[in-house]
């Protein structure tokens, strides 16, 4: 399937296949991708970085990223995409840096142990689930997120891997 394609929002799991943060991440958190992020209808990228910052897709469209896209089309239907796109603005307009606190909190099995108004990418995914889709507050690990999105309803819409387009040649 083309990216064109993809309704956004989107959630992007991604793993950089040369760092050796994402390696960690996957072995703390036993999985397959290490960073998640929005995909807007702009085609940017909304991810918590060292700062919460919109950004091209084209910039993990390289050959040491894995790419998973979640999508779930009834949000277009029902009006919860754009709602989703207003809470994302929002949450650009403010200051959200990264949350190492939180993270050190995962690694000690203290998941609650956060840094006030800071997120890591999860959480910023998470948010507009919060804020416009009424759950619960979560502070999950892209694993976790790659196991919860289909329960929820969302589909993979693409999943963009350098090793099978190696392989495929």
């Known amino acids: 399937m083309l990216l064109e394609r993809i309704d956004p929002p989107a959630i992007v799991l991604a793993d950089n296949l040369k760092s050796f943060i994402s390696r ?4 703390h958190s036993r999985g397959s991708y290490s960073h998640a992020m ?4 702009s085609g940017k990228v909304v991810s918590q970085d060292w700062k919460l910052s919109e950004k091209f ?3 993990y469209l390289v050959p040491y990223y ?6 779930k089309p009834e949000l277009q239907l029902t009006g919860k995409a754009a709602e989703i796109e ?3 603005d929002k949450m650009l307009s403010q200051t959200h840096r990264y949350d190492w606190l939180g993270v050190a909190g995962h690694l000690l099995g203290c998941r609650g142990m956060q840094l006030g108004g800071r997120w890591y990418c999860t959480e910023a995914v998470w948010e507009p689930f919060v804020e416009v889709l009424h759950f619960a ?3 999950p690990t892209p694993q976790e997120l790659n196991w919860m999105l289909p329960e929820l309803g969302w589909s993979v819409a693409a999943i963009v891997d350098p090793r099978l387009e190696a392989t495929e040649n």
Do not use: N, V
Request: charged share 20%; net charge positive.
């Open 57 to 59: 897709l084209s910039e």
């Open 137 to 139: 507050p979560l502070h």
């Open 86 to 88: 207003a809470c994302l």
């Open 38 to 41: 929005w995909l807007r209808a």
């Open 66 to 71: 894995r790419l998973k896209f979640f999508h």
């Open 24 to 27: 960690q991440i996957k072995l």
